[in-house]
């Protein structure tokens, strides 16, 4: 049994085209030997964003604090703390801050996926 | 996109041999159209307990509320929120409420566990 507290867990900036004031704690990953999908957590900026895109894998999205959107083609969702978000694989999205302090959410996928 | 609120998830009693005190809400699932892997939230009362046993497949969690314990075959470990836990395929364990407020936590599982 792994039990870290995801504070104590190395964060990266994600340098990603299109991505702004994001970053990524790698909570659980394959390393750790999870044998099929990884937990992250990211932490957006106020006004800060992930790219409009989309990817042959799903998220499975919980917020955990602070305001932001999910964003896509049929429009933006408002997000708060407890709100989840599933985005099918293949369907455009983003996430971003609308709010005054950091929007950090946990996003599980699948290994392979970056 | 799917969007929705936890606390608007239906949430059902766990009716498992050694647990106690335990309800569930599957927050994501198959029928969701996830392809592989299902989100759900689990919440203990005080005292409460799920069964000390193992399976076949992985647990993924993140403490959400309150205070509890992870416990395995080498002891327990306390629990808080943003504390992560992954629990590998066919090793015993089980979480409780040590606190005196409900415990809630994600727990993740590949599609086929129960």
């Known amino acids: 049994m792994l039990v870290r507290r995801a504070i104590d867990v190395r964060q990266d ?3 990603q085209e299109g991505a702004a004031g994001v970053k990524i704690r790698w909570l659980i990953k394959k390393d ?3 044998p099929s999908f990884a937990m992250r957590e990211f932490e957006l900026e106020p006004g800060g964003h992930t790219p409009f895109h989309a990817h042959g894998w799903e998220h499975e ?3 955990l604090a602070g305001e932001g959107v999910a964003g896509g083609e049929e ?3 408002p997000l708060e703390p ?3 978000v599933f985005v099918p694989p293949k369907e455009k999205h983003y996430f971003k801050n609308t709010g005054a302090a950091p929007f950090r959410f946990l996003c599980l996928v699948p290994h392979g996926a970056v």
Chains 1, 2 share one sequence.
Request: aromatic share 14%.
């Open 61 to 63: 999205v919980y917020v």
């Open 13 to 15: 900036d994600v340098e």
């Open 32 to 34: 750790d030997g999870a």
């Open 75 to 77: 429009g933006e969702f």
């Open 82 to 84: 407890g709100t989840v």
